[in-house]
């Protein structure tokens, strides 16, 4: 189960940070991903992070705005998106992806999501 | 960065129809896919991994084929509950990118 934090209103410029806290699993056994869906739009996959090792991996788009980390003590994992604009408002996921076995490199695609955190971006 | 393209962008079909969904990478990305169903308001959901490997729990009216930069999510008989948006992810490059969507209507 993937519980993510409250909507977020934010002007532009300033800096969103969503929380993802897992339960019922091991944590270290999946890397969780982050994607998000403008009103009425597609998905865009925003980065992912190995909780094992804490090293995240961003989408080029995202490069230098935003910031994955993870907390194994407490299973909540972070994302961070810095000088926000009016077209990053967004409903944001968190998801796993399993990564032992037969999945290693997260191969089994985005099994668990969370129930999603929309972020406005408005002046 | 591959890019995923997808057609067609909507289908209408009607319950029993056989529908097939085409999912194109921009380079080979071997079998290196996803599908995923999504509902109005709710997550996505995967049914597809692998290219052709069935999520457990999915109904196997559902199927996956191809490989390289070609790919299929066929419904052998569409079900009033399969009436959603469809996408693709590819997550073979440094990149995991989702193809635009197809609503199924």
């Known amino acids: 189960q993937l519980v993510q934090s409250g909507a977020e209103v934010k002007k532009p410029g300033a800096t969103a940070i969503i929380s993802c806290k897992g339960s019922r699993y091991t944590f270290s056994d999946y890397y969780i991903h982050w994607v998000r869906q403008a009103p009425g739009k597609g998905l865009e996959w925003v980065g992912l992070i190995d909780p094992e090792d804490g090293v995240p991996l961003f989408a080029e788009n995202f490069q230098g705005r935003v910031t994955i980390t993870a907390d194994t003590s407490t299973e909540t994992t972070y994302m961070e998106l810095s000088s926000l604009r009016s077209d990053d408002t967004a409903l944001y996921y968190c998801a796993t992806a399993y990564r032992l076995g037969s999945c290693s490199g997260g191969t089994c695609g985005l099994d668990f999501w969370g129930q999603g955190t929309l972020v406005t971006v408005s002046s | 960065d591959i890019q995923m393209t997808q057609s067609p962008s909507t289908l209408s079909a009607s319950v029993g129809d056989r529908v097939t969904i085409t999912c194109r990478a921009s380079q080979s990305i071997s079998s290196w896919l996803a599908w995923y169903q999504q509902k109005p308001g709710k997550a996505p959901k995967l049914l597809i991994y692998?290219?052709?490997s069935l999520e457990s729990g999915v109904p196997s009216r559902f199927s996956g084929s191809g490989s390289g930069t070609e790919f299929t999510l066929t419904i052998s008989s569409l079900q009033p509950d399969d009436f959603a948006t469809y996408y693709c992810?590819?997550?073979?490059?440094?990149?995991?990118?989702f193809g635009p969507g197809t609503k199924v209507d």
């Open positions: 692998k290219a052709s």
């Open positions: 992810q590819q997550y073979s490059g440094y990149s995991r990118t």
